[in-house]
């Protein structure tokens, strides 16, 4: 799933880095121009955080010359903190997280505002900007399947089945399930996320996007989400990231 979702936010940053590159062409500048105001840029951000990893795109506007708004859309997985994978006994030696109840993705979809901290004083410095947003997310949760044996070692009576916490003893799991496994059961749990950033863009060129990007996520979720065995729900998830981001802006 986190796959495909990469592959839609590349498309659509793929089809606006082009538009921007083709403005940028046809306007006769070359990126060298410090002081050059361009209203529009596309950027996508590859990240890891406290919970996981994600991908994101973002398309933003200027409001005036040191404030941009902007909407973006971002797909993280999301993993409990008390996770420990182990090498199972199985044939294809799949590694499992014994405990585990559900695999979660976030999908987020937020708009915000990015400000200018500290301007470049020339193309080799850095600029300091902060930003904000607030919008949806979308949590789905698929039953996590393993590879269960009633005799240790004994493949021959394996079968794939959900965990269960009440059923299961670590010695009788030998290994994760498919991917597919657990698909036709999947649910989705709406909330709400908001988020700050700190970017630090060091592009040697103005209509380049080039920038170390670090903040904090907070996510709600009316009905929690739960992750392990024996853990409580969260309706509350806040986490850490930092990620590299890459784009262009055009006029």
Do not use: C
């Not at 937020?110 to 607030?134: I, W």
């Amino acid at each position: 799933m986190l796959k495909k979702l990469f592959l839609i936010i590349l498309a659509l940053g793929s089809l606006d880095f082009s538009f921007g590159q083709n403005n940028v062409i046809s306007g006769g500048d070359n990126g060298t121009t410090l002081n050059i105001l361009y209203r529009n840029e596309a950027s996508g951000k590859i990240y890891a955080d406290t919970r996981g990893f994600g991908l994101l795109f973002r398309r933003g506007k200027h409001v005036t010359a040191k404030t941009r708004s902007y909407f973006e859309i971002d797909a993280q997985n999301l993993k409990h903190p008390k996770e420990v994978k182990v090498t199972g006994n199985a044939q294809d030696r799949k590694r499992f997280v014994y405990g585990k109840i559900n695999n979660v993705l976030l999908l987020r979809g937020a708009v915000g505002l990015q400000n200018v901290l500290f301007s470049k004083a020339d193309n080799k410095a850095v600029e300091v900007r902060y930003s904000y947003s607030l919008g949806p997310t979308l949590a789905f949760l698929k039953p996590y399947y393993v590879q269960k044996t009633n005799n240790f070692r004994n493949e021959l009576n394996q079968k794939t089945v959900k965990f269960n916490e009440d059923t299961f003893t670590q010695d009788s799991v030998i290994g994760r399930g498919s991917f597919t496994d657990g698909l036709s059961e999947l649910k989705v749990y709406p909330g709400i996320n908001a988020k700050f950033n700190l970017s630090f863009e060091y592009a040697p060129y103005t209509n380049l996007i080039r920038a170390i990007e670090t903040g904090v996520s907070l996510d709600y979720f009316p009905k929690g989400l739960q992750i392990m065995a024996r853990n409580p729900s969260e309706n509350i998830i806040i986490t850490f990231h930092v990620g590299f981001v890459f784009g262009r802006k055009w006029f």
